[in-house]
């Protein structure tokens, strides 16, 4: 699955890719500070450490909308022991990547998701074992049929993995749907559960409140969780799995809190 922090969708955005920008990592830094709070600013709320406010890596005001968002950002921070480790500060991460990136150019992230809405995971089914088809039934049908029925997005089914041309007029549909979450840090939240769980779907039925994030999660995982009940897993998957479960979950934190 492609995770929008690490491996952006290819060239699909052609002149700027503003997800990408603003992932270079460098050498983790000491922990400087003791103190952790929230504040507030004349456009939100901001992460202070001893009294100073954090800056985004374009040395931007961290400065958030939402409080919810705020104070979980500062858990975060407040959670750093010797070292500042983004890779487990993902809601930092991805506010960074709203007002370094996605806030210049909202539109080209719109467009990436409607893109991936093309391809989803939930169109290619498998043809065989049996038990496989039906848990993937059971957890896709009823998010096409919503699709279908809610959206007025009628999308084609195929199996096996050969691309099958979607109707524009349900990319469409779909595209109408999203636009109801314009706000970059939505569109962060979007971005983040699409490419985390593979399926434009996915992401748009969390925003929608048909799936909880617990429920899209599963339903990403069916192929993977059939073959771990045929042949077991291993640590070292069940510990990548757990670190885009947090991203998840970071993810949904800024879909719920950018959309009420």
Known sequence: MRDILNDMNEKSLQERDPMRDVQKQTALPKRFYKDVSVGQSDDGFVILLDGKTVKTPAKKSLSIPSEAIANAAAA???????????????????????????????DAVFEEIVKFSGTDLLFYRAESPSGLVAMQAEHWDPVID????????????????????????????YANSLRRYSSPLALTGLHSATTLT???????????????AEEAWAAAHVDEDWN????????EAEKRRLFRWADMQAACLLIEHSTT
């Open 76 to 106: 975060e921070w407040s959670a750093q022991e010797e070292l500042i480790d983004p890779a487990k500060m993902p809601i930092t991460r991805m506010t960074n990547t709203t007002i370094d990136g996605v806030a210049d150019n909202p």
């Open 146 to 173: 919503w699709a279908a029925n809610s959206l007025g997005a009628r999308f084609v089914l195929t199996e096996g993995i050969m691309h099958v041309d979607q109707p524009s007029e349900a990319i469409k549909a």
């Open 198 to 212: 593979g399926s434009a779907l996915l992401g748009l039925s969390i925003a929608e409140k048909q799936l909880t």
């Open 228 to 235: 771990i009940s045929q042949w077991g897993t291993d640590d």
